[in-house]
Every structure is written in C-alpha cells, then in structure tokens.
C-alpha cells in the first residue's frame, strides 16, 4: 500500500510564509511527477505547481513568483514553499504523485488526505 501524507497547514496572516511537505511511503519502485493542488470550498480543485522527477515545474497563474514547489528523492518528499500568502491562497492542500508500486509494478496517481491553509488577519 502506498500514502502521501502532508504536514504543516494552519493559520497564518497575510503577507506571511508557510511550507508544506508531503511524503510518500509504502511499496514504491519509482516516483515520477509530484504535484500540489488546492481546493477552495465551492471552488473546483486547482493545481498549484508541480515537479517532475527531473526536476522541472509548473506553476498556476495565481502563485507565479510567490509559490516554489522543490523535491528530495532520497526521502520521497515534495515540498511546497508559499511566501506573501493572501487571503485568495485560503484553501485546502492536497499533494499528488505520479507512483509505480514495487508489489504490483502499476503506475498508479495517489493522493495524500489534505491539509488546511487559512490566510485571514
């Protein structure tokens, strides 16, 4: 069985920094992409950014220039650094990967179970 699990969501004031992480464990060969997506109650899930396993990235629109997305292979972690939150970055995070599993051999999309990010002063 393969988890991501996320740690480090809560409430913060605008204009501050939080930095999540995300690790995957379980019977895993490889990982490629990882990715965080948020979700907004009423709105539909987004992404936010994503790396893949050679390390290049893609950023929504909305956190261009405020969010960075890196990753450690070593500890099967991705990690999402968000500075000058805002109010709008309100939502709940999820983390994704793209995993082969080393029991089935299948390349399977994993999603961790979310964690908060509220911005509110």
Do not use: H
């Not at 599993?101 to 179970?113: E, H, I, K």
């Amino acid at each position: 069985q393969i988890q991501l699990v996320e740690s480090g969501g809560g409430l913060v004031q605008p204009g501050e920094s939080l930095k999540l992480s995300c690790t995957a464990s379980g019977m895993i060969f490889v990982i490629d992409a990882m990715a965080w997506y948020r979700q907004a109650p009423g709105k539909q899930r987004e992404l936010v950014a994503r790396i893949g396993n050679g390390g290049s990235t893609t950023y929504g629109d909305s956190v261009k220039g405020r969010f960075t997305i890196s990753r450690d292979q070593d500890k099967n972690a991705v990690y999402l650094q968000m500075n000058s939150l805002e109010p709008e970055d309100s939502a709940a995070y999820y983390c994704n990967a793209d995993i082969q599993s080393r029991l089935t051999w299948r390349r399977d999309n994993y999603w961790g179970q979310g964690t908060q990010v509220t911005v509110s002063s």
